[in-house]
């Protein structure tokens, strides 16, 4: 009897495990099936072509995946003084009591909040300072564009780094840091080398983690990038990523060839977090002790 | 009992407020292995932490009283430059993970940032190395990480890593209680090697290792300093019965 549960529990563990694989290859299939008919119009060009044009036909996916790129590992370059900053703080200045507590609940609220806030926030706050900056620095006042999307992200993917930091960092065996201390390190010196090398690898897939987070972003992004399809020329233009062109035109797709393009869009999108991915991983493979 | 390199007056050690060294007074000579003894518990490890000035950097850690390294006061000495003179070795091999054999050995330099030329550095690690009996072994996987060695390998590397930075005392902290009977043989024989060059203080839970290797012993219990002295004279004829009591195995 007991033998039969233990059996019918293990099965069960094995087909939720095996439906997860089945929806993800059922959803990479769909998506490659409804992306076909744009390669069909445009072939490989969809992915180098700089234009795009639905009322003409034209559809080229670069400005996109520029976009994306751009912003995202451009809010990484932003959030990681202070992710890393917060990840040491937590992981090894303050890593019990009540201060701890309070600044951890506080980072990882600011995971929790919801993305049309940030975007709301954003468009009220940070728009016009950015545009007051753009008016000093002599550019087009947009106020919205890459660069302000690169600011908003940046705070959103703070607690991703952060926390998985704080993690690793107060993982680091006290034994450790007790025979640099007995060598005579000073703090820093056992932070630089002795926690770090240790934590590097639990470091680098937080950051992966923030770098993700930041990729897939749509609804904070599409609210103040300034949805221009034009090529990026500038940090402070208005641009689009992958994600922002899919939420703000898959409505207004009426041809089969612009939903395609869509859709292949969002085949691009996945195949870039997948590659990143599987790259990053590589790499935290290397780093581990 | 010859020169004097470490003495403590009224030493007093705390965790906040609770008291777990009581008036310490003892002069640890030059160029002898003196061993602590005494039960669990009884302050051993916080004595040594005190030496050089680890205990500090404990939660609470807190000391009272004085301690002289040669003819200054170590307290009132930078703590970095007191851990650079006074070298440690914990109970539990702890080479840097991240690190070689080679760049463990070389790590008191590299994490002070002392620069060394290459002939330096290659010099400074066979000399530690040899003097640790490890070189033999290790010589052809100097760029092996320190983890692969077995136990016995790692304290010798880590005795290594102490010695590398030319201390004047050497502090061990039961360094073979978690290893086996031959490589706890062969570290009890480095360390008699050693005396000629380093002043050794080394806690342990064995009474045949004191008496192997100490020339001196100092019995702590509760705190307290019961007796110290020659460590043949206090195996022989302990004038506490305290002492007499814990040689005799009744506690500890
Ligand atoms: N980090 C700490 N915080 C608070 N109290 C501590 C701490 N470390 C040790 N103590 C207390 O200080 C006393 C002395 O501890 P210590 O580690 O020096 O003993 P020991 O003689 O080395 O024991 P053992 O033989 O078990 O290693 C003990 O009562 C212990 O409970
Ligand atoms: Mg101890």
């Known amino acids: 009897m007991t033998f039969n549960r233990d059996k019918l529990f293990e099965k069960s563990l094995t087909l939720s495990a095996w439906l997860v694989v089945i929806l993800v290859a059922a959803m990479c299939l769909s998506l490659v099936l409804y992306a076909l008919p744009v390669f069909r119009t445009t072939g490989f060009g969809f992915l180098f072509h700089r234009l795009w044009d639905p009322l003409q036909g034209k559809f080229g996916a670069m400005p996109f995946l520029v976009g994306t790129l751009l912003t995202s590992f451009l809010a990484l370059l932003f959030s990681l003084p202070f992710s890393l900053a917060i990840a040491i703080f937590l992981g090894e200045y303050f890593n019990s009591g009540k201060i701890a507590l309070f600044f951890q609940n506080t980072t990882s609220l600011l995971a929790g909040i919801p993305s049309v806030i940030y975007g709301f926030w954003g468009l009220f706050v940070l728009v016009p300072l950015v545009r007051k900056l753009e008016i000093k620095l002599g550019v087009l006042p947009y106020g919205v564009g890459i660069f302000t999307a690169s600011l908003i992200l940046s705070i959103m993917i703070i607690p991703y780094a952060a926390s998985v930091g704080r993690e690793v960092i107060s993982l680091v065996p006290s034994e450790l840091k007790e025979a640099a201390y007995a060598l005579g390190a000073t703090r820093w010196e056992v932070i630089r080398h002795v926690i770090f090398p240790y934590a590097r690898s639990g470091i680098f897939a937080g950051i992966l983690l923030s770098l993700g987070r930041a990729i897939g972003e749509t609804m904070a992004v599409t609210m103040v990038i300034g949805n221009n399809n034009q090529f990026p020329t500038s940090l402070f233009a208005p641009a689009n990523t992958m994600a922002s062109v899919i939420a703000n035109e898959f409505t207004e797709a009426t041809s089969d060839v612009y939903l395609s393009a869509l859709i292949a869009i969002a085949l691009l999108l996945f195949l870039v977090t997948t590659v990143i991915n599987i790259i990053g991983r590589y790499i935290i493979e290397k780093l581990s002790v | ?252």
């Open chain 2, 1 to 252: 009992m010859g020169d004097k390199i470490l003495t403590t007056e009224h030493l007093y050690a705390y965790y906040d407020q609770h008291c777990v060294l009581k008036d310490i007074n003892m002069a640890i000579p030059k160029f002898k292995a003196t061993a602590i003894m005494g039960p669990s518990g009884c302050g051993k490890t916080t004595l040594l932490r005190c030496f050089n000035r680890l205990h500090e950097l404990s939660p609470g850690g807190r000391i009272e009283g004085k301690i002289r390294l040669r003819n200054t006061d170590l307290l009132s000495l930078n703590p970095i430059q007191v851990r650079r003179r006074i070298g440690m070795v914990f109970q539990r091999p702890n080479p840097f993970p991240t690190m070689s054999i080679y760049e463990n050995v070389i790590a008191g330099y590299r994490l002070n940032g002392i620069k060394l030329s290459q002939n330096k550095a290659d010099e400074i690690v066979e000399q530690a190395l040899k003097k640790t009996a490890l070189w033999d072994e290790v010589k052809d996987v100097l760029y092996r990480r320190g983890t692969f060695l077995s136990g016995g390998q790692q304290q010798r590397l880590c005795i290594a890593r102490a010695l590398a930075m030319n201390p004047e005392v050497l502090l061990l902290d039961e360094p073979t209680s978690a290893l086996d009977p031959k490589a706890t043989a062969h570290i009890e024989e480095l360390i008699v090697g050693l005396k000629k060059s380093v002043t050794i203080v080394i806690v342990t839970h064995s009474i045949g290792q004191a008496g192997r290797v100490a020339d001196y012993t100092a019995f702590l219990y509760l705190g307290e300093l019961i007796e110290f002295g020659p460590t043949e004279r206090l195996f022989t004829a302990p004038k506490d019965k305290r002492t007499e009591e814990y040689l005799s195995g009744k506690f500890g």
